[in-house]
């Protein structure tokens, strides 16, 4: 089986741009969580989407979005780039919603704001 | 709220040489345990996880780790380290009624020397 597939590997883009990130989950996982892992805050938990609902959502800006597609590929947007969303964006899915689920995690995107 | 402390940042060892790295997590309710590594410019690798039963618990490329539940520890360890075992080790806990949202530590910057 693939694993969870994020794709672009590596981007800049410029402060006050928008940006997608895109994620395509193991095959028959339907749960897919975004993480963003910076050198100051460590791994921080974004959200989560099950069946295209959010079920969960940590506590970042309204900039931060995301959504899950009906085949479970999930897209995160991130809105007016600051500097400081300069980090790795990664993505992880899980096949069912048990607190005890192994999550499987992408390579990430790396993402360069200038 | 949960919390993760991983008490050491960088853990310098020699190969071959057994090693432990300490995790302790704050939590009011029931959690389950995971620790994971990060290799260079990769994803997260689940290398265990404690959801319940023996304290003892193994994982892959021979890393085990015992839960404490009166001392709110999960330390990981490893009889005799490789040089390919270099990585950064995270510990996390996943959230009660919260499966996909893990709450990671800070991490611990593995360096194994010939």
């Known amino acids: 089986k693939a694993g969870v597939t994020q794709t672009p590997r590596y981007l800049i883009k410029t402060r006050g741009q928008q940006v997608t990130l895109s994620c395509s989950p193991i095959s028959g996982h339907r749960s897919v969580s975004w993480y963003q892992q910076t050198p100051g805050q460590g791994l921080q938990f974004l959200f989560e989407y099950f069946s295209e609902t959010q079920r969960n959502k940590g506590n970042f800006p309204g900039r931060f979005s995301g959504r899950q597609f009906s085949n479970s590929r999930s897209e995160m947007n991130v809105s007016t780039l600051e500097l400081g969303d300069s980090a790795l964006y990664l993505c992880?899915?899980?096949?069912?919603?048990?607190?005890?689920?192994?999550?499987?995690f992408g390579e990430g995107s790396w993402l360069t704001v200038v | 709220a949960q919390s993760v402390t991983q008490l050491d940042s960088q853990v310098p060892v020699f190969e071959e040489a057994p090693v432990e790295l300490r995790c302790n997590y704050s939590?009011?309710?029931?959690?389950?345990l995971f620790w994971y590594v990060q290799y260079p410019n990769q994803g997260l690798q689940l290398l265990l996880k404690?959801?319940?039963?023996?304290?003892l618990v193994k994982g892959i490329n021979g890393f085990e780790a015992e839960f404490n539940k009166s001392q709110t520890s999960f330390h990981l360890r490893k009889p005799s380290v490789h040089i390919s075992d270099t990585a950064e080790y995270f510990c996390a806990v996943s959230v009660l009624n919260q499966g996909g949202k893990l709450i990671f530590g800070q991490g611990t910057e593995l360096s194994v020397k010939p």
């Open positions: 992880a899915s899980r096949d069912g919603t048990g607190d005890g689920d192994t999550i499987y």
């Open positions: 939590s009011s309710v029931s959690v389950y």
């Open positions: 404690y959801l319940s039963g023996s304290t």
